[in-house]
């Protein structure tokens, strides 16, 4: 079991998205919230995981426990804990700065008081969770209420970020198994940078019951709204047209390879 201590009170984001990832990469957790008079039988402790107080490691509210990223944004508890463990739920280097840019920096900036430009809607979530007239165990379940949402909200997060790096991975796999082919029939939707980086001009792939035609250069699929039966729909900047059959999907790829 990990023993995990924090500041009582109103509680924020911060502390809140913190206790919720702890408990995702730990499984089996204990939650401590003290206030600053307690610190003392806390801090230094190894048995401890002590955030968002006591001017430690994974503290940010004095001078000498203050960072900041490489683009000047700072951080708060979440942000040194995630930058700190990210390995530990599955994300690279990549995936976890594209995860703390658009998800952790955002919580960080708010809870270190940042620019009024700053917005996090999950900020603003848990804060509405806080209850003035709550105190004791009504107030600790509000904390444990507002864990339980930044729980949810993270392995959404998790999953969502790991499941678009598999796709990546996939998809420049299946570019490479294709390489140099002017027409790449798929089974479903892949993206399509990763294609034309290996000479492809366009991608068909069935979308419910009707198949699109991408072209990997925007204005490549050169076709009107009369050049074949089966359209349904052709984008106006040229870039994916869809088809009732699979055929018509192919002869328009054809068609405009045609007029390149």
Request: charged content about 30%; some cysteine; proline content about 3%.
């Amino acid at each position: 079991m990990k023993i995990l201590v924090t500041h009582h009170g109103k509680f924020h984001a911060d502390d809140v998205f913190s206790t919720a990832w702890l408990k995702i990469i730990y499984k089996d957790v204990q939650i401590i919230r003290i206030n600053r008079d307690e610190i003392y039988k806390y801090k230094n402790n190894i048995e401890y995981f002590m955030y968002d107080i006591g001017n430690g490691k994974y503290d940010h509210h004095s001078k000498e426990c203050k960072e900041y990223r490489p683009n000047g944004n700072p951080y708060a508890a979440f942000g040194k804990i995630v930058r700190d463990t990210y390995q530990l739920v599955g994300f690279d280097k990549k995936t976890y700065l594209l995860f703390d840019n658009i998800f952790v920096s955002p919580i960080d900036t708010v809870d270190n008081n940042g620019p009024t430009a700053a917005i996090s809607q999950h900020s603003d979530l848990v804060r509405a969770m806080n209850q003035e007239d709550l105190y004791g165990d009504a107030q600790e379940n509000a904390f444990l209420k507002a864990v339980e949402y930044a729980e949810f909200v993270l392995n959404v997060m998790i999953n969502k970020f790991l499941a678009d790096k598999e796709l990546e991975r996939k998809t420049k796999e299946i570019a490479v198994q294709n390489k140099g082919k002017d027409i790449v029939i798929l089974d479903k939707f892949y993206p399509t940078n990763p294609f034309k980086k290996f000479g492809s001009k366009f991608i068909i792939y069935p979308d419910f019951d009707h198949w699109n035609c991408n072209a990997t250069d925007q204005e490549d699929l050169r076709i009107t709204n009369k050049s074949l039966d089966n359209l349904i729909f052709r984008h106006e900047t040229g870039s994916f047209a869809t088809f009732r059959t699979k055929d018509s999907a192919i002869k328009a790829a054809k068609m405009s390879l045609s007029r390149l």
